[in-house]
């Protein structure tokens, strides 16, 4: 199994809303990434999970909280959003090694209303 | 820090031959990877290069030259399907990757 699942696919909130992205993967790989995407820009990274720690944070603001439950789940708890966050929310997992190959999900698209 | 230029849009038609060029500059550097990203899709890894040189694989090729920082992908024989945002990315430390701004391809019949 070769696939990295979010959900939920498309998402709608207000600025007051509490709302969870959840990615899962069952590839056994011990780093698992989130990334915001806007309309024709790169993928930016904002939190690096290694081992189930978490070992990078971009500057993200705290509204964002990520979660790592296990070694094959990874949570993006949102609350208070701004509409400038709206976007694509891109999770993506590596085993690691000299490639690094980075495995990712179909997204999320969250829109902040 | 890091950063990456690559052109924004690069056009060709089915069964040309493209090249996307990758320059960068950045505090740490393992390789350059190369990802497609269709519209609406997400990105998908193409290639990695941690050695100077040229790696192929099937249609694609990337190569990368260390001490000019510069890679670039080549496209072969062009098919409508390879229409795709493309992203240089260079992996430095604790296994992350930086992507560049991407280059649009867009290839006609």
């Known amino acids: 199994d070769t696939e990295v699942t979010q959900t939920p696919k498309h998402l709608v909130m207000g600025m007051t809303n509490k709302k969870s992205l959840k990615c899962e993967q069952h590839?056994?790989?011990?780093?698992m990434y989130w990334y915001k995407q806007k309309a024709k820009k790169p993928p930016e990274l904002m939190f690096v999970?290694?081992?189930?720690?978490?070992?990078i944070n971009e500057s993200v603001p705290s509204r964002f909280s990520p979660e790592c439950p296990n070694s094959s789940l990874l949570n993006l708890h949102l609350h208070a959003l701004q509409p400038e966050d709206s976007a694509l929310y891109l999770c993506a997992s590596s085993g690691g090694g000299i490639y690094n190959e980075q495995f990712f999900g179909p997204g999320t698209r969250l829109t902040v209303l | 820090g890091q950063s990456l230029e690559q052109p924004s849009e690069v056009t060709a038609v089915e069964g040309a031959i493209v090249q996307i060029n990758c320059t960068y500059q950045t505090s740490g550097f393992y390789g350059l990877s190369w990802y497609q990203q269709h519209d609406g899709g997400a990105p998908t890894f193409l290639s990695y290069n941690g050695l100077d040189g040229l790696e192929e694989t099937g249609r694609f090729s990337s190569f990368l030259s260390r001490s000019d920082s510069y890679g670039y992908l080549l496209l072969q024989e062009l098919q409508m399907k390879d229409s795709a945002s493309y992203f240089c990315?260079?992996?430095?430390?604790?296994?992350?990757?930086?992507f560049g701004k991407g280059t649009m391809l867009l290839v006609s019949p």
């Open positions: 999970y290694s081992y189930e720690k978490l070992s």
């Open positions: 590839m056994g790989h011990r780093a």
């Open positions: 990315a260079v992996n430095s430390g604790y296994s992350t990757l930086t």
